[in-house]
Structures are given as C-alpha cells and as structure tokens.
C-alpha cells in the first residue's frame, strides 16, 4: 500500500512545518491512519492518529498542543501540522495505516510510507 510523504525539512527551534502524505491503493477514510516517527537510537514513536469510526483523534503526551492532524477524502491525503518545534522532534516521520485501534492501547501498523525526515536546530 504505497503512501508518499513529503513537507519535511531543516527548520529552527519554533518554526512549524506541515506533513503531507498521499495514498493510493486504498481509501484513507475506511482506515485507522496515522504518523509515527523514528529517531536514531530510538525506539518508533506514535506521533498521531485518526479514528475513522468517529474522527477522534490521538496525540502522544510529548506532541499535545504542538501538533495537528487532519485528513481530506476528496485528495485520499492526510497532514500532520507541527508547531513550535524542538530538536528532539527531530526524527523521519512515517505516515501509516493502523491494524489497531487509534489511542486508548498499543498502537500497531500494517502499512507506512519510506518517511520524510525532520530535523529541528537549537
């Protein structure tokens, strides 16, 4: 299930980026979707989800209130605003397709993009 991030970059400590991911192959609004990231030396993280039972959505304790996600059905494409970003967001973000429930437990993927990289400078 090929997905295709983009919008990541070098930006400085505070500035925002906006991650874009489009999929093709499967209707986003039927799924769990999401992005985690992944640091080197880390372990992955799940950044965000979407519910697509009720639209509810997920953000992990070290993005709440710093981050957004959104979809748009009409363009199969989900974002992931990110502001007031620090040097420890710094990773390659992956959006995904969750084989679980969003939130509430573990967070599982079956499918996710080769990831867009984010670097934050102090």
């Known amino acids: 299930v090929p997905f295709l991030e983009s919008g990541g970059g070098l930006v400085q400590a505070g500035g925002s980026l906006r991650l874009s991911c489009a999929a093709s192959g499967f209707t986003l609004d039927y799924y769990n979707i999401g992005w985690f990231r992944q640091a080197p030396g880390k372990e992955r993280e799940g950044v965000s989800c979407i519910s697509a039972s009720d639209g509810s959505t997920y953000y992990a304790d070290s993005v709440k209130g710093r981050f957004t996600i959104s979809k748009d059905n009409t363009k199969n494409s989900m974002y992931l605003q990110m502001n007031k970003l620090k040097p420890e967001d710094t990773a390659v973000y992956h959006c995904?397709?969750?084989?679980?429930?969003?939130?509430?437990?573990?967070?599982?993927?079956?499918?996710w993009g080769q990831g867009t990289q984010v670097t934050v400078s102090s």
């Open positions: 995904a397709r969750l084989d679980s429930s969003c939130g509430g437990g573990e967070i599982r993927y079956d499918y």
